[in-house]
């Protein structure tokens, strides 16, 4: 009699787990699933980012320009930001126009931006990590920006603040939660007021631009 009850009790007991135990879903061994996500190094938004940066002007064979500036720039959210640039150069003539104005005796207009100030709305639709050797993951982010404001630029005859437009197109490489690299390859164009054949004409001038920058990051991170 007590070894009948034993077994009453265990069938009891087998028939009751059987009924409480989840079962597995369909084609899978029953175990969770567990998937990682790597956060980003770097959070931008409600974050401030001051970006100063050298600059240097690309293709053009008469003018040489050199200088450097400063961008502050508000990020609405990642991805999307707002703010000021503000930029100087400083201009030098080459050989080349030297020899168009000297032997060719070319009528070359010399317009030389001096300074300029834009406001700038900037997207950064592709983000995106790179493995180097030694397991080394590296974060970027591709952005575009457009700029619009004035430069004061002169002549050898005139001199003034012209509207102004810009664009370019840049990588961010993050190095930790504040600090990332910039480069960006842009254009700048402008209404330049010179003097050809003894009239004064407004000309469309411009120059396109590489310029590589550090972005420190201010506010609240993660």
Request: net charge neutral; proline share 4%.
């Given at each position: 009699?007590p070894?009948?009850?034993?077994?009453?009790?265990?069938?009891?007991?087998?028939?009751?787990?059987?009924?409480?135990?989840?079962?597995?879903?369909?084609?899978?061994?029953?175990?969770?699933?567990i998937?990682?996500?790597?956060?980003?190094?770097?959070?931008?938004?409600k974050?401030?980012?001051?970006?100063?940066?050298?600059?240097?002007?690309?293709?053009?064979?008469?003018?040489?320009?050199?200088?450097?500036?400063?961008?502050?720039?508000?990020?609405?959210?990642?991805?999307?930001?707002?703010?000021?640039?503000?930029?100087?150069?400083?201009?030098?003539?080459?050989?080349?126009?030297?020899?168009?104005?000297?032997?060719?005796?070319?009528?070359?207009?010399?317009?030389?931006?001096?300074?300029?100030?834009?406001?700038?709305?900037?997207?950064?639709?592709?983000y995106?990590?790179?493995a180097?050797?030694?397991?080394?993951?590296?974060?970027?982010?591709?952005?575009?920006?457009?700029?619009?404001?004035?430069?004061?630029?002169?002549?050898?005859?005139?001199?003034?603040?012209?509207?102004?437009?810009?664009?370019?197109?840049?990588?961010?490489?993050?190095?930790?939660?504040?600090?990332?690299?910039?480069?960006?390859?842009?254009g700048?164009?402008?209404?330049?007021?010179?003097?050809?054949?003894?009239?004064?004409?407004?000309?469309?001038?411009?120059?396109?631009?590489?310029?590589?920058?550090?972005?420190?990051?201010?506010?609240?991170?993660?």
């Amino acid at each position: 009699m007590p070894f009948k009850l034993l077994c009453v009790i265990l069938l009891t007991a087998l028939a009751a787990q059987a009924q409480t135990a989840a079962p597995a879903p369909e084609g899978g061994s029953g175990q969770d699933t567990i998937t990682a996500v790597q956060k980003r190094p770097l959070r931008q938004a409600k974050r401030i980012e001051l970006s100063p940066y050298g600059e240097m002007s690309l293709g053009d064979p008469y003018l040489q320009r050199w200088g450097g500036g400063l961008r502050a720039m508000y990020h609405v959210r990642e991805g999307l930001s707002l703010g000021l640039d503000g930029s100087g150069f400083a201009t030098y003539r080459t050989q080349e126009l030297v020899v168009a104005r000297t032997e060719l005796h070319a009528n070359v207009i010399e317009s030389r931006e001096k300074w300029a100030l834009l406001a700038v709305g900037a997207i950064a639709p592709i983000y995106g990590k790179v493995a180097l050797p030694g397991d080394t993951l590296v974060h970027f982010e591709t952005f575009f920006d457009l700029g619009m404001g004035g430069a004061l630029t002169e002549t050898d005859a005139t001199s003034g603040l012209r509207p102004m437009i810009a664009a370019g197109i840049g990588q961010r490489i993050f190095v930790s939660e504040s600090v990332a690299f910039t480069a960006r390859v842009g254009g700048n164009l402008y209404a330049e007021r010179a003097i050809v054949d003894a009239t004064t004409q407004t000309k469309v001038m411009g120059f396109w631009s590489f310029r590589f920058g550090i972005s420190y990051y201010l506010g609240g991170g993660r």
